[in-house]
């Protein structure tokens, strides 16, 4: 009996992890440009308790018996899918409609990137995020600039008060990778490259693979109530049932013992 | 007095134990995407009263779920995506690809899903998956997913969700269905699971009242029997 229980067991772990998922994802409901996760499972190795065989005189051939042992967590998946545009007036917000990162330094000096583009001037002038991390490559603000003017392909350009003309004053870049959803999440809604993601393709926006910035927005979590709501629901029942196949092993169990009396 | 009924249902209790045991992969298994059921069944041989255990795979689809991501593949009819493992190829159903860092097409576990011309290298751009494994970006045709199918019986399982056949033929075009954007979701129904577990119970519980009683019988024929005064 203790293999079912442990495989039971497995699957009463694997929809809690499932849970943990889900109730990231509802609490970053209202996170800028947050992708919410989704936990995939996969079954575990089988035992072949009875090879194929062929049996006595007339009895035919048998088929393997195979037995599973249970399911474990394959993977924590980030669906990349794009968020909702949110009008937020703001002309130091920016989204991404499309493909592609801003890339931020941060204070160790590496590279990190993020979607989240609520940004704000630093003390100097420069475009941070709300985080403080400077926007790479960095991008001087003047301090008589009005009007400040983000194209949607990321060229920077204000107004000066002392001069009719515009001036440019740089261009935002981003970066995108062969496989987003391997980059590390390091919270901040920042991310980091790794074997997995591989290297950082940089680029404009508007250029082929890359999306556009839209200034005056900002992209909203990606998390759907209703879909997480309806996992949880799903989730829930699975790990009762997991649960009573574990009672009822042990009741099985229980039953043999007392057969002895 | 023979005690060949007692070692019957000795063996009676091992079948419905690993009953027990299948029926608990099953609803482990319950929101494993691509997980087909495990289906015991008995088989009366010639000369034994205890059943033996025959476990077949239900291939039953599982429903389908639409999840919206480009890279999530179902099959939902026949055949099987192949899969390089190991040196060796392996059969799966759809499931969740993804691109690695050299832009392979490779499913969850980083194996390479295998097209007409072997690994699958995709450029950056939308990726189009149509019904005939036909893949394409921003439109062009760039691979072909390859896809096969086997016998029931060839079939054997390996662990997550992976499949090695012995007798393997590609499948013909008209006879693929893939759609991307979607998930099948296990065949088993966690009902289904539930009832099947409470059915084991019940027969293993009747059993063991049978082994009381031959045991009853036992102890009479022993120690009661011949006994004088």
């Known amino acids: ?261 | 007095m023979s005690t060949d009924p007692l070692r019957d249902a000795a063996r009676a209790l091992a079948y419905w134990e690993r009953r027990q045991e299948v029926a608990s992969h099953n609803v482990a298994n319950s929101t494993t995407a691509g997980y087909k059921g495990q289906r015991v069944f008995a088989e009366v041989l010639a000369g034994m009263n205890a059943p033996a255990l025959v476990v077949r795979d239900d291939m039953s689809d599982g429903p389908i779920m639409d999840t919206g991501r480009p890279l999530d593949v179902a099959v939902t009819g026949e055949g099987f995506l192949v899969v390089e493992a190991g040196g060796g190829e392996l059969l799966r159903r759809g499931g969740s690809l993804s691109l690695d860092a050299a832009g392979v097409l490779v499913d969850g576990g980083g194996r390479p899903i295998l097209g007409e011309d072997g690994v699958i290298v995709l450029p950056a751009g939308d990726i189009e998956i149509g019904r005939d494994g036909a893949i394409r970006v921003d439109g062009e045709e760039v691979a072909r997913l390859r896809m096969e199918r086997a016998a029931p019986a060839d079939l054997r399982r390996v662990e997550a969700g992976l499949w090695v056949a012995g007798q393997r033929e590609a499948l013909p075009v008209e006879a693929r269905a893939l759609r991307q954007g979607a998930l099948e979701e296990s065949n088993v129904h966690p009902l289904q699971g539930m009832v099947e577990i409470l059915d084991v119970q019940r027969n293993y519980a009747a059993i063991q009242k049978t082994v009381v009683m031959l045991d009853d019988v036992l102890d009479m024929t022993v120690n009661r029997i011949g006994r004088v005064g």
């Open chain 1, 1 to 261: 009996m203790d293999p079912s229980i442990r495989t039971a067991a497995t699957g009463m772990m694997s929809q809690q992890r499932r849970i943990e998922v889900i109730a990231n994802n509802l609490a970053n409901v209202n996170t800028t440009a947050f992708k919410r996760s989704r936990a995939h499972f996969e079954d575990l190795l089988y035992q072949t308790i009875q090879g194929p065989g062929v049996g006595g005189a007339g009895l035919g051939t048998t088929d393997p018996v195979q037995v599973g042992r249970g399911t474990r967590l394959a993977a924590v998946q980030r669906v990349q899918g794009q968020g909702p545009m949110e009008n937020t007036g703001r002309p130091l917000d920016l989204a991404i409609e499309g493909d592609g990162l801003f890339r931020v330094q941060l204070p160790d000096g590496s590279t990190a990137y993020t979607r989240d583009g609520s940004l704000s001037l630093s003390a100097d002038g420069s475009l941070v995020t709300h985080g403080g991390y400077q926007l790479l490559p960095g991008i001087l603000v003047p301090e008589d600039a009005t009007g400040l003017m983000i194209s949607r392909n990321g060229v920077v350009t204000v107004q000066m008060r002392s001069a009719a003309d515009v001036i440019e004053l740089g261009r935002i870049e981003l970066a995108r990778f062969a496989n987003e959803p391997g980059l590390v999440a390091l919270g901040e809604n920042l991310y980091a490259e790794t074997p997995a993601s591989g290297q950082p393709i940089h680029g404009f926006a508007q250029d082929t693979g890359f999306g556009r910035i839209v200034q005056g927005h900002l992209e909203a979590s990606n998390v759907e109530i209703v879909t997480e709501m309806v996992d949880m629901i799903s989730a829930l029942r699975a790990y009762e049932i997991n649960s009573q196949a574990v009672k009822a092993s042990e009741e099985m169990a229980r039953t043999a013992a007392s057969m002895v009396r």
